[in-house]
């Protein structure tokens, strides 16, 4: 770094946090239920188990919790937090936002609370609001939460769907700092968001307040969902690591949405990540939507893997189609 390099406002990740319901169910508690088996399962997907949420529990409440752990581990006061953004499918209610109702939680009266919904690529979608928003001077400190209970939209029927979700929350909080303009410094480096409506019929609900009145079940073409995705995500990736000047040798750890660990594996051997590299809790979380990249980081975070300075790539694809990738260091 040199005398003439410029300062800019970076989105820092000062603290992570999680939160997941009592309840575990496994693939053998699945199959007294369902026609399947935990070979099927762990074969095909690669779940071992799934957390489901029981009385009590919401995506609010989980989302809460997950907020007072970031903000613990952060060191931060509720009080500082302007910012709260939440990615979820799966909201308390129709309105208001849940963001409002964790805003409440915490005490904090200021600032602003609304949520997004991208379905799994959520939380990416909202670090990508959060961390413009910080940039713009709108906020100065940000809590980003991915909170879903879609064991509430499954159909307990459907052995293709059922036995992929589960229920949690995680968080991250986002402070605007000043950093030289330089790779090295702490931050989000770069987000790509997108998404293609013309796949919406692929992965979606089949209910809602204008069509059905209803809050409706998820469907899911699986196959074509996973046709789309890697193809999708190594794009997306590849974009982000090429804007940042950053060579996917470079990346410290790969922290996907958990979806399916043939997504995670051919996405990162397209990008050349060795699978060492990539944080996985698919197995005991299953795929928690746009809670499961910050469950994901959490844990890998207080399990020690991930240390700051260190240069993580998130990613994820949901229904829509969405998709998107965030480059940070940590």
């Not at 059922?162 to 909080?173: E, I, P, S, Y």
């Not at 979806?259 to 928690?288: C, Y």
């Amino acid at each position: 770094m040199n005398d003439q390099t410029k300062t800019v406002t970076r989105s820092v990740i000062a603290g992570c946090g999680s939160a997941l319901p009592q309840r575990v169910m496994t693939n053998a508690d699945l199959s007294k239920i369902v026609d399947t088996s935990d070979e099927w399962i762990v074969e095909r997907t690669g779940i071992k188990s799934r957390y489901i949420a029981g009385e009590g529990e919401t995506t609010r409440t989980l989302g809460t919790l997950a907020a007072k752990r970031a903000l613990e581990h952060a060191g931060i006061a509720a009080e500082e937090v302007d910012l709260i953004i939440l990615a979820t499918a799966t909201p308390d209610n129709t309105f208001p936002a849940t963001a409002t109702l964790v805003q409440y939680d915490l005490g904090i009266t200021q600032g602003a609370a609304f949520d997004v919904q991208a379905v799994c690529s959520g939380f990416v979608y909202a670090l990508s609001v959060a961390d413009a928003m910080l940039k713009a001077g709108q906020a100065k400190c940000a809590l980003v939460i991915g909170s879903e209970t879609f064991s509430r939209i499954l159909d307990w029927t459907d052995r293709g769907t059922c036995v992929l979700f589960g229920d949690g929350a995680g968080a991250v909080v986002l402070k605007a700092e000043q950093h030289p303009d330089v790779p090295e410094s702490p931050g989000i480096l770069v987000t790509r968001i997108r998404s293609d409506g013309r796949h919406s019929d692929k992965l979606y609900v089949d209910g809602g307040p204008s069509t059905t009145k209803t809050v409706g079940h998820l469907r899911m073409e699986g196959r074509e969902v996973f046709k789309h995705a890697v193809t999708n995500i190594a794009t997306v990736m590849d974009e982000a690591m090429k804007l940042a000047h950053v060579a996917p040798a470079e990346v410290d750890w790969f922290v996907p949405h958990q979806a399916n660990r043939r997504i995670l594996e051919g996405t990162a051997k397209k990008l050349g990540i060795r699978e060492d590299r990539i944080v996985i809790t698919l197995d005991r979380h299953g795929n928690t939507s746009a809670a499961s990249i910050p469950l994901a980081f959490d844990v890998a975070v207080k399990d020690g893997r991930i240390r700051k300075g260190e240069l993580v790539l998130f990613e994820a694809m949901g229904g829509g189609f969405t998709w998107g990738a965030v480059l940070a260091r940590y």
